[in-house]
């Protein structure tokens, strides 16, 4: 959904840098930059996030609601605006999702954009990248667990990662005649299966979104957005949606100090689940 940037290139990190520079001076200057340091924040979040692994990304139409269709046997689950999730009703046989708005407000002091440096911006760019996709994906996280009948739970007690808890969870998924594509957990549950002949992932783009083992055939996802108290079990169908109003734009903020300005990076996105009923967890206790 974008070409990807790479700002280590020698002429793009020219440019940008004569573009700091007009910035500083005048308000198109700010409108061009803030134009130019988009692309690589939306490159940046694509090649690290996870939620996109988890649910279905589409892009909605203009002016068109987050609007799906779900089973009317089941609940459907999405971010609302404070962050919660909420659900449906079941007997509907569609479901609008609410549309939140994702950003982060970067500030760069106006000597870099005197001076031309690339670097600096650079890392205000990462920045902000990573803090749009952390939110992302918690709330991702969030919605798939709080979707997750109880009836496809599963209890491991002892405070620790068991396999035949995993077991047990994995033969839910497989007992609809699905596969478990994605185990999403934390490092300190994926530590706890080292031994359990885990198969290793060696493709670098897999590999950036933090996914390194596989095991029975699913392929684990290490995310510090998830609960360090479950792991959650994505098949491999469908689930629910990722959907865009807005990808990532960056908009020059009204108000510049005397020392400092910058932009205001935002994205639309709508997270839900249709599909709860195809969904299982692990939960880890005491």
């Known amino acids: 959904m974008g070409k990807r940037i790479n700002v280590f290139d020698d002429k793009f990190q020219a440019e940008l840098s004569k573009l700091m520079a007009e ?6 200057g700010m ?22 692994l ?3 990304k589409s892009k909605l139409p203009a002016g068109e609601p987050a609007k799906f269709q779900k089973p009317t046997d ?6 609302a605006k404070n962050g919660d999730a909420v659900q449906s009703l079941v007997g509907e046989d569609e479901v609008e999702f609410t549309i939140n708005r994702l950003h982060s407000n970067p500030m760069i002091d106006i000597s870099t954009l005197k001076h031309g440096n690339v670097g600096t911006l650079v890392d205000m760019q990462k920045a902000a990248a990573d803090a749009i996709r952390k939110k992302r994906d ?13 009836g496809r739970t599963v209890t ?11 077991g047990q969870a994995i033969a839910l998924v497989e007992d609809q005649e699905l596969s478990v594509k994605y185990l999403v957990m934390r490092g300190t549950r994926m530590n706890e299966m080292k031994g359990w002949g885990l198969d290793p992932v060696t493709d670098r783009e897999l590999r950036m979104k933090g996914i390194f083992n596989a095991y ?32 990532i734009r960056s908009d020059q903020i009204d108000v510049k100090t005397s020392f400092k300005t910058g932009w205001l ?22």
């Open 23 to 28: 910035a500083a001076e005048t308000p198109e």
């Open 156 to 166: 491991c007690s002892g405070g620790k990662l068991t396999s035949e808890a995993l």
């Open 31 to 52: 409108r061009a930059l803030a134009a130019a340091i988009a692309p690589p924040i939306q490159t940046r979040i694509d090649e690290r996030e996870i939620s996109s």
């Open 138 to 150: 918690q709330r991702t996280l969030s919605v798939i667990s709080a979707a997750v009948p109880v």
């Open 54 to 56: 988890l649910l279905a």
């Open 216 to 247: 029975n055939g699913a392929e684990i996802v290490n995310s510090a957005s998830a609960l360090s108290t479950e792991v959650l079990l994505i098949p491999d169908e469908e689930i629910g949606k990722l959907a865009f109003r807005e990808m």
């Open 265 to 286: 990076i935002w994205e639309e996105v709508a997270q839900g689940i249709t599909r709860p009923d195809l969904l299982a967890k692990v939960v880890i206790t005491a």
């Open 74 to 79: 089941v609940q459907a689950y999405w971010i």
